[in-house]
């Protein structure tokens, strides 16, 4: 069964220092999106990419992070100045639309990346 | 404020036992509903969803309930299982989003 996959499972950081987390979204997905749960906290939602360009994003998703996809498969978050407050675990998703009511519109997550920033 | 939450943050139950996990939240405008299954180490997993215009879903031994009047969610899980153990999220798609907005979560703890 097709999944997405992302890389590392753990990074940890200096405080201000970039960072870079991979997802590879299920092959025929044209909706990618990332999304943070801090420790214990509910699951946010970052940011929706569609056709090589940011479609919706929360407020949380200001001007230290950035979405890419670089080639064919890939698809990342850069965070460019890394605070405490963002370590959290991020996921990736991706889903084949964003049809609402419809099961193509269902999301499929990623295993997540723990970032812990020191 | 949040618009979605939930009532219990933990629930344990024996294996077998009906698992009834609640959920409120406070935006008439959501009109898409989704329940999603966290286990230890992995991402949210989709379960069920439900529209506004329906008040009762059924799934394989999972039913999501609706109610609009007092704006409640409710996901019945049959005869669970120790593999059911989870946390479990209810999210809500305001009108014209397709993004879920999460709750916090409930800790569904099966007992064998």
């Known amino acids: 069964e097709p999944e997405v996959t992302q890389t590392p499972s753990h990074q940890v950081t200096q405080m201000g220092q970039e960072v870079i987390l991979r997802c590879v979204p299920i092959?025929?997905?044209?909706?990618f999106y990332w999304y943070r749960q801090i420790l214990g906290q509910k699951v946010e939602f970052l940011v929706s990419f569609y056709n090589n360009e940011i479609s919706e994003k929360s407020e949380i998703f200001d001007d230290q992070f950035s979405v890419e996809r670089p080639d064919g498969s890939n698809f990342t978050l850069k965070i460019r100045s890394t605070k405490l407050e963002d370590s959290a675990m991020y996921f990736c998703a991706s889903s084949e639309r964003s049809g609402r009511f419809s099961s193509y519109n269902e999301q499929f997550f990623g295993p997540g990346t723990r970032l812990t920033v020191l | 404020g949040e618009s979605v939450g939930l009532h219990l943050p933990t629930l344990s139950v024996q294996e077998g036992d009906n698992s009834i996990i609640n959920c409120a939240y406070s935006?008439?405008?959501?009109?898409?509903f989704i329940w999603y299954k966290q286990e230890s180490g992995k991402g949210p997993q989709f379960i069920i969803d439900i529209r506004s215009n329906m008040d009762k879903r059924q799934g394989q031994r999972v039913t999501v309930l609706l109610n609009k009047t007092v704006k409640h969610l409710s996901l019945q899980i049959a005869a669970t299982q120790p593999g059911d153990s989870a946390v479990y999220f209810c999210a809500e798609n305001r009108g014209g989003s397709y993004i879920p907005t999460f709750g916090r979560g409930t800790s569904l703890i099966v007992h064998p």
């Open positions: 935006n008439s405008a959501s009109d898409y």
């Open positions: 092959s025929n997905h044209l909706y």
